[in-house]
């Protein structure tokens, strides 16, 4: 026989003793539906979670379609939907809220709710009510460790799960943490004692900024880890207490992974608020550090000056590195090359822990990259993925692979660029280091003639970004320039377009985006193209060498399609003079280039001179040039000569080749 008791909550002594009776009798089941459990030997608990969102609309429709109410249209199910969610799709909501249905928003069947819960509310002990009570400080799934640090009756988890008021999960670690589901979390709040309550926020404030301090220590040690949302959704609702201006700033530095992720105006508007706050000189510098990292525009050296100052002042070493470290980067973004390459030195040397001295390396490299040094850019970026597999974090490490990659990419290295990309993928996690080697690797594959791989790369990279709510632009240039190679002008347009509605689009990341759209214009043989590379090469001063010379490689050969080689000759000879030795593939496309100009201006001498000065490196593009550039020198002489087989295969692929081949057709 079967016995089935719904809604057993109230079971008393006597039911319970008829039970144990009926249960030693042969061949009885008894199924019993309640949120108590029996404690009868024999018990098997099969826990019942809530419905999912599509069947419990499904049963919210039965139960109101038997009372002949209907559901009117899209509009009006949707309503019903997030009233549902409102009471987490349990099975009992839906019922009492289907209800009490008269075709509109259900609002009756609430009460009914509400007294089965008040019901569970009265069986519970004074203490376990306030435990119940307390446990709505928490705005995230929280574990046993944390109720201790909370709670005043941490113990009363136990029958709190076992009256099912609350819900208990293994995380990913296998730590058991604690839920409550909105519906019994609105009810306990509302119906718990306001000293209880107070008592628990207090110590709840304590117990999350005390995390963040501590999360602090181990970023300092090892290097940060990417925010998890359980530790950020604490620190958020510990913050909005406005507690004192030190657990205030201890929640903001808690939370700069998080808001760098997902909110950087937050960050810098928490940042503000606490700029005249009472703080010791390790809280200001820990604020500074987020601070600088959140800034719209870098710092100038009027703005470096106190931080460094403060950088002296902290107690502790590695925080002291640490500001040192984001003001220097920014100094050299800034155009500060000498005062981020002094404290670059400072960093990258002992009493600095290693890690620090790998960041030392890393502001060494950015200043090699700035002084078109790109072999010095590997041996800096090499020395600090040396130091950062022994001390660093995995993300750190990504990051400074990151750095080596581009340096092998423009030294024309591309297969070793592209392993150093992949091993910085196996290593960056899921956040914005990800986003920037799938970039990487993408560039890697514009330069190697590969456009539809390179987009594929950058539809990773701007997928990882979108999954935190960015708009990742580097990506987004880099497709741009994929698709200028294929061709794809109507989809570039749109590409560039959402660059132009992005915000606080980077300065030099706007420069390319408008460099490749007048390359476009070039490639299509408008000769508002050339005027405006004209315009893009005056703005790259700003930015350093490289930037100047990649504008003058595509005004040269916008020029050279255009049937203008003198202009093209000027234009690549001023370019490549701005190039020290040693800058890799972009000296070598100059050259290359330059060439088959002098060949156009009648110096087939004077081409083969810059042809011979080119050392031979890998990848199609340079191959490519260089054969353009003997066809060229070689029909200025007078020769029938026709482009080498190789070449012609590159059209489609590549922009430059098309361009540079257009004045011969």
């Known amino acids: 026989m079967a016995l089935v008791l719904d809604g057993a909550d109230a079971l008393g002594p006597q039911e319970h003793e008829a039970l144990t009776r009926w249960l030693a009798a042969p061949n009885v089941r008894v199924l019993v539906a309640s949120r108590v459990r029996t404690g009868l030997p024999g018990e098997a608990v099969l826990e019942v979670p809530p419905l999912a969102p599509s069947d419990a609309l499904a049963l919210y429709e039965a139960h109101a379609a038997a009372l002949g109410v209907r559901l009117r249209g899209p509009e009006h199910r949707a309503r019903i939907a997030a009233r549902l969610a409102e009471h987490d799709h349990l099975p009992l909501a839906v019922e009492l809220l289907a209800g009490a249905a008269d075709g509109a928003l259900p609002p009756a069947g609430e009460a009914g709710l509400t007294a089965a819960l008040d019901l569970s509310w009265t069986r519970l002990s004074p203490a376990e009510r306030d435990a119940l009570a307390q446990c709505t400080v928490f705005a995230a799934p929280f574990a046993a460790e944390a109720a201790a640090e909370v709670l005043d009756s941490p113990g009363a988890l ?172 920014d100094l050299l973004a800034s155009g500060e090359i000498a005062l981020g390459e002094a404290i670059g030195q400072r960093l990258a040397r002992p009493p600095s822990t290693p890690r620090q001295q790998a960041h030392g390396w890393l502001l060494l490299a950015v200043v090699a990259r700035a002084r078109a040094d790109w072999p010095g850019v590997v041996r800096c970026a090499e020395r600090a993925v040396a130091l950062l597999r022994a001390h660093g974090s995995s993300e750190e490490l990504a990051a400074a692979l990151c750095a080596r990659c581009l340096a092998l990419r423009v030294d024309g290295r591309l297969a070793d660029a592209e392993a150093v990309a992949r091993e910085a993928l196996r290593h960056a996690g899921d956040g914005r280091t990800a986003t920037e080697a799938h970039t990487h690797l993408g560039l890697v594959a514009v330069a190697a003639l590969a456009p539809e791989a390179a987009r594929a790369s950058f539809a990773l990279a701007r997928d990882v970004a979108a999954r935190r709510g960015d708009v990742e632009v580097y990506a987004t240039v880099g497709d741009a320039l994929a698709l200028l190679e294929l061709g794809e002008r109507r989809v570039l347009e749109e590409r560039l377009a959402e ?167």
């Open 499 to 665: 660059l132009d509605a992005a915000p606080a689009v980077p300065p030099d990341h706007r420069l390319r985006a408008d460099e490749i759209r007048a390359l476009a214009a070039a490639d299509a043989g408008e000769p508002e193209g050339v005027a405006a590379l004209e315009d893009v090469l005056a703005r790259a001063e700003a930015f350093g060498a490289l930037h100047v010379a990649e504008v003058a490689l595509s005004l040269g050969w916008a020029r050279l399609a255009l049937g203008d080689p003198v202009g093209a000759r000027e234009v690549l000879a001023a370019g490549r003079a701005r190039l020290g030795p040693g800058m890799g593939s972009v000296a070598e496309q100059l050259l290359a280039s330059e060439a088959v100009a002098a060949a156009r201006c009648g110096e087939p001498d004077r081409a083969e001179a810059l042809l011979a000065r080119a050392s031979p490196r890998p990848g199609e593009l340079v191959a490519a040039l260089r054969h353009l550039g003997a066809h060229a020198a070689a029909r200025a002489r007078g020769h029938r000569a026709r482009p080498p087989t190789a070449l012609l295969a590159l059209l489609p692929r590549s922009v430059a080749v098309r361009l540079l081949l257009a004045g011969d057709r």
């Open 158 to 329: 136990v029958a709190l799960r076992r009256a099912s008021l609350l819900g208990a999960s293994p995380d990913v670690d296998g730590t058991v943490r604690y839920t409550l589901l909105r519906t019994v979390r609105a009810h306990a709040a509302a119906q718990g004692d306001a000293a209880a309550l107070a008592r628990a926020a207090e110590r709840h404030t304590a117990w999350a900024a005390a995390a963040a301090r501590a999360e602090l220590q181990v970023a300092l040690a090892v290097g940060a880890r990417p925010a998890r949302p359980e530790p950020s959704a604490e620190l958020l609702a510990a913050l909005a207490r406005q507690p004192s201006p030190a657990l205030r700033a201890d929640c903001v530095v808690g939370l700069r992974s998080w808001w760098l992720e997902h909110d950087v105006a937050a960050l810098r508007q928490a940042v503000d608020a606490l700029a005249d706050a009472p703080l010791d000189a390790d809280r200001r510098a820990a604020l500074a550090v987020p601070g600088v990292m959140a800034r719209a525009e870098p710092l100038g050296a009027d703005e470096a000056a106190p931080l460094q100052r403060l950088a002296v002042a902290v107690s502790d070493l590695r925080l002291g590195d640490g500001l040192r470290f984001v003001v220097a980067r």
